[in-house]
């Protein structure tokens, strides 16, 4: 298996447009979920789904986030429009359960520069 | 109080040594508790889970539960400069139901050769 996806790797974009994150789980995982990683805040959940169905997103900052899960191969995370506050790391993950018994496999992540 | 709290570090251990890491947290209804590995500019990946009280032997890993404490540690035996990373406690609340992982900040190892 290929493990989680995420794309892009790296993305640099102006104050004001519109970012879209792409992640795809690993298959047969039924849980999804997405996280910010700063330095201040350390790892944030911002949303995660079950079974293609979002079950939480109080984590997401503000209305300019939103987030998608049109199948259980794909999920994208949108921030529209950006702002340099929003830099970090994002990373998807994904897992067999929601009971997180299993713990979660990690994508590689976006690193997300707004200038 | 933090839900998930570690000393940041960094925690420096020389070669061959014990390093030991530490994770409080504070829902004591929590199950599920889990050690991350995280290598500068890398993802986190999944190293050691436990959810009993005591501990739980993996290689030169140990992970250790006290529930009773709300404590959560790592060990790492023959430490190695490979080991050097940021390692992240990760706990399943319970607060309402089963909740995803919250993550500590985590500790930063750093093992002298």
């Known amino acids: 298996d290929a493990g989680v996806i995420q794309s892009p790797r790296h993305e640099v974009t102006e104050m004001g447009q519109e970012v879209t994150l792409r992640c795809k789980p690993i298959?047969?995982?039924?849980?999804l979920f997405w996280y910010r990683q700063t330095m201040m805040r350390g790892l944030e959940l911002l949303i995660y789904?079950?079974?293609?169905?979002?079950?939480?997103d109080s984590g997401m900052p503000e209305d300019r986030f939103s987030a998608k899960m049109p199948n259980a191969s794909f999920s994208t995370l949108k921030i529209q429009p950006s702002e340099p506050r929003d830099s970090a790391v994002y990373f998807c993950?994904?897992?067999?359960?929601?009971?997180?018994?299993?713990?979660?496999?990690f994508g590689s992540g976006t690193r997300l520069t707004v200038v | 109080q933090k839900e998930v709290e570690q000393n940041s570090g960094p925690l420096s251990v020389p070669e061959g040594a014990i390093a030991s890491l530490n994770c409080t947290y504070s829902?004591?209804?929590?199950?599920?508790f889990f050690w991350y590995r995280q290598y500068s500019g890398k993802s986190p990946e999944l190293i050691m889970s436990?959810?009993?009280?005591g501990d739980k032997e993996d290689g030169r890993f140990t992970a250790q539960l006290n529930k009773a404490s709300q404590y959560v540690s790592l060990l790492i035996r023959d430490s190695q400069p490979s080991d050097s990373a940021t390692y992240l406690c990760?706990?399943?609340?319970?607060?309402?139901?089963?909740?995803?992982?919250?993550f500590g900040k985590g500790t930063r190892l750093s093992v002298i050769a």
């Open positions: 993950a994904s897992s067999f359960g929601q009971l997180t018994n299993y713990g979660y496999t």
């Open positions: 298959s047969g995982h039924n849980s």
């Open positions: 789904f079950n079974n293609n169905v979002p079950i939480d």
């Open positions: 829902d004591r209804g929590s199950q599920s």
């Open positions: 436990i959810y009993s009280n």
């Open positions: 990760a706990v399943n609340m319970r607060r309402s139901g089963n909740t995803p992982l919250v």
